[in-house]
């Protein structure tokens, strides 16, 4: 198939499939003359790539997980280590938001404490 038929099944664009060949991380497909021809494998790993970047993983964090990669089917194991470090990182970062959101509470409460103790005082 070609670029926009893979670009339509994995639900991406074509500039970005020219772009993840670019980088590496979608391997060069063959060519029938000067166009591109991909195949299933193609549009599997387009999908890998699309649901791994709405779930928060970077362009580079993928490289990393497909880097020696170069078989038919996606490193499972390789993609399962990495889910599981990426779910780490998010309930470290929800824990720092919750700090975060906490400390904002305590302010805003001694905040208003002290402008209404200032206001009581001017009077």
């Known amino acids: 198939m070609y670029i926009g038929k893979a670009a339509q099944l994995s639900g991406t664009t074509i500039k970005s499939i020219r772009h993840y060949e670019d980088i590496g991380l ?11 021809v991909y195949c299933e494998q193609s549009v599997e790993r387009l999908m890998f790539i699309k649901c791994a970047q709405q779930l928060g993983f970077k362009l580079k964090e993928m490289l990393a997980i497909l880097d020696d990669h170069r078989g038919q089917t996606l490193p499972w194991e390789v993609v399962r280590n990495a889910v599981t470090h990426k779910k ?4 470290n970062q929800i824990q720092a938001l919750q700090n975060q959101h906490a ?15 200032c206001q009581l005082q001017n009077l």
Do not use: D
């Not at 780490?88 to 309930?91: F, K």
């Open 103 to 117: 400390g904002l509470v305590e302010f805003e409460t001694r905040f208003l404490g002290a402008h209404e103790l």
């Open 26 to 36: 979608l391997p060069a497909p063959q060519r029938r003359g000067n166009y591109r």
């Open 88 to 91: 780490q990182a998010v309930m």
